[in-house]
Nanobody, 121 residues
């Protein structure tokens, strides 16, 4: 059974930093794109950042220059380093991964349970 276990959320002061982690387990499929999305109450879920299997990154406009996504393929883990946090960054951050079954050429989309990030001003 595929599991995505997120960690690193919590309370931080505005201007501070947090690092989120998402570890993938329970699969032998190839891990393709990994990413982070966030959702605040009453707001649609938004892209934070993604990173491809080859290391190509993509960021939401609101986090460019402040957040950095990275991955450790040996550990099946994706990270999100968040700096210069603002009140508007407060949200539930969810990990997303695409898994590819190479034998069938099919891809599957999985989500973590989410981790709360709270920013105090």
């Amino acid at each position: 059974q595929v599991r995505l276990v997120e960690s690193g959320g919590g309370l931080v002061q505005a201007g501070g930093s947090l690092r989120l982690s998402c570890a993938v387990s329970g699969t032998t499929f190839s891990i393709m794109t990994m990413g982070w999305y966030r959702q605040a109450p009453g707001i649609q879920r938004d892209l934070v950042a993604t990173i491809s299997a080859g290391g190509i990154t993509n960021y939401g406009d609101s986090v460019k220059g402040r957040f950095t996504i990275s991955r450790d393929n040996a550990k099946n883990t994706v990270y999100l380093q968040m700096s210069s946090l603002k009140a508007e960054d407060a949200a539930v951050y969810s990990c997303n991964v695409d898994l590819r079954d190479e034998s069938l050429g099919l891809e599957y989309d999985y989500w973590g349970q989410g981790t709360q990030v709270t920013v105090s001003s």
